[in-house]
């Protein structure tokens, strides 16, 4: 009997310290208000072990973490034009992406994992093209503000 107990009671400690990763959606789109080719959500701050899922609502879109964008040991993410994708991270940091096909349009994103903020002289040395320069540099006062309240 005692050894069900502690079985048991191991078990329930288990099941008690698992914890359900959150999943968040982000919409492709050829328009959202007054912006052309966007992502709905430009800054995503999730949790380590969250899933985001890429809802392509119009067509000709995708997600590609742009190089040296991302922390070190996440490797290459290209999704094909047109189809939904997910992404589960498992290392915290800061990624960028963007639309392949729109990067110069401005169809840029960030997510930050976990609140941590170690890589960002990198991103922020990225050189963005067209008109991302100019979508970038909003969001990525926004994510130097966060990370200086962090």
Known sequence: MKLWRSVLLIFSLSISLMVKADELTIQMLNAY????????????NINLGDTIHWISIDKGHNVEFIKKGVPEGV??????VGKNTSYTFSIPGIYAYQCTPH?????????VVGSDYHNLENIRKLKFLGKSKKVAKPLLETITADASKS
């Open 103 to 111: 990067k110069t349009l401005g169809m840029i994103g960030f997510v």
């Open 75 to 80: 490797g290459k993410f290209k999704s094909k």
């Open 33 to 44: 208000g007054t912006e052309k080719m966007v992502y709905d959500i430009k800054i995503a």
